[in-house]
């Protein structure tokens, strides 16, 4: 009886030792299987970490330094994540530039050798402004551009065709303000340039002063025969639609478009590409599918249906916008400059120039003599640094004809500065 008891707590002891022998080797096994994945998972971890330090490095040789010193790759890490997040803020930085700066003239080299000859611009205006607005583009930016101006307008005018020939352009459009009126001098602008061979087309409208010195430089940045739209849109949100397409089928659009007011260019390559949708009587039917004005109808083509982007520039200006903002001193940088009324005041270019407010209402002529004062009918005043006339020593008054050719002698000289 005792033996037979001995002999089972032997085989019992025994059992509860084998036992804990197995539960033992099994968590040995699972705690260095759990240790290898962290090892691996760190490894890995390193590795990416790296690999936005120096791409170019050999992963085994990184995995080898990383054995060696523990050190070095906590100092890997953290430059790493440093240069990571430095790429970051540059980027972020770029992309929140001023719109302005996309615009300006004078950041990039040029990117092809135009001239103004190789724009055509294309000023939209109506008869009853024949006088009161297009003789004051006529007496100034036109004067000097006239090769490259195309007046487009809804009646015939024999004074205008005198001074302007064939670039005076009766599109026999309707005369009122409605989107089907402004659509459809659009449709005409837009077929007439295409008939050009001309490299941009530049849209605005008879209350814009246009410095083609500047649209040249800006518009040389970019090459003819790529996409491009530039211009500044008039609001601070893509401007919502419904697009018809037919059947009663209609869905809703959103897409920039830069104001006709302040002004728009589009190169040839991206105008031709308009073709199906602008060329001929499409323009109009374009138009009439989103039911807007002419300038959103562009937007609407080359946005929504071309999927090109608007190049927002802050050289652009329009009278919906407050003028007086625009200094003085950077006057001669801008591409367009216009005015108005503006929250019933009146907006205008705050220029201190040659002529009153009651004079030169718009300022275009103040502004036409700061940057063109050897234009004839500029006053004298209005010429940039004008050292004094040197006159010649006193000496007798002369009379008659030597006092006639003194006079004249010193007018000359007075001109050439």
């Avoid at 001929?280 to 002419?294: Q, S, V």
């Amino acid at each position: 009886m005792l033996k037979s008891c001995g002999r089972k707590l032997v085989i019992s002891v025994a059992g509860a030792t084998f036992t804990c022998l197995v539960v033992l080797l099994v968590a040995t096994q699972h705690q260095v299987i759990q240790v290898a994945e962290v090892q691996i998972e760190s490894d890995v971890g390193m590795r990416s970490l790296q690999s936005l330090d120096s791409t170019g490095t050999n992963a085994d040789d990184q995995s080898s330094s990383e054995s060696q010193s523990q050190d070095n790759s906590k100092s890997t890490n953290r430059k790493g994540f440093s240069a990571y997040f430095s790429k970051l803020t540059r980027d972020r930085r770029d992309l929140e530039k001023p719109a302005s700066q996309a615009g300006s003239a004078s950041e990039a080299p040029p990117s092809e050798d135009i001239n103004p000859n190789d724009i055509f611009i294309a000023v939209k205006t109506t008869k009853k402004f024949h006088q009161s607005r297009l003789d004051l583009l006529l007496d100034t930016w036109i004067s000097r551009n006239m090769q490259q101006t195309y007046v487009f307008t809804d009646g015939d005018d024999e004074e205008l065709k005198k001074k302007l020939g064939s670039h005076a352009v009766n599109t026999n459009c309707s005369a009122a303000h409605s989107r089907q009126a402004l659509s459809c001098k659009m449709a005409v602008e837009y077929d007439k340039f295409i008939e050009s061979g001309k490299k941009w087309f530049c849209h605005v409208d008879d209350d814009n002063y246009v410095n083609v010195r500047t649209l040249v430089k800006l518009l040389s940045r970019y090459p003819h025969t790529q996409d491009v739209y530039i211009g500044k849109p008039s609001l601070d949100r893509p401007i919502e639609a419904t697009e018809r397409l037919g059947d009663n089928k209609m869905r809703p659009v959103n897409f920039w478009f830069a104001t006709g007011g302040a002004g728009f260019c589009v190169s040839r390559g991206l105008a031709l590409k308009m073709s199906p949708w602008a060329s001929g009587g499409h323009f109009m039917n374009t138009a009439e599918k989103i039911r807007l004005p002419d300038d959103c109808t562009v937007g609407y083509i080359i946005e929504s249906v071309l999927g090109v982007r608007l190049i927002r520039s802050g050289l652009f200006h329009s009278h919906l916008e407050n003028l007086q903002q625009v200094s003085k001193s950077e006057l001669h940088k801008q591409v367009t400059l216009s005015y108005g009324m503006f929250e019933n005041k009146r907006n205008i270019i705050n220029l201190k120039g040659a002529f009153s407010v009651e004079e030169d209402p718009s300022r275009f002529k103040s502004v036409h003599c700061l940057l063109y004062p050897d234009t004839p009918w500029c006053p004298l005043q209005t010429l940039p640094f004008s050292p004094p006339l040197e006159l010649p020593a006193p000496h007798p008054s002369p009379s008659g004809p030597e006092r006639r050719e003194s006079g004249r002698r010193v007018r000359q000289k007075g001109a050439g500065f």
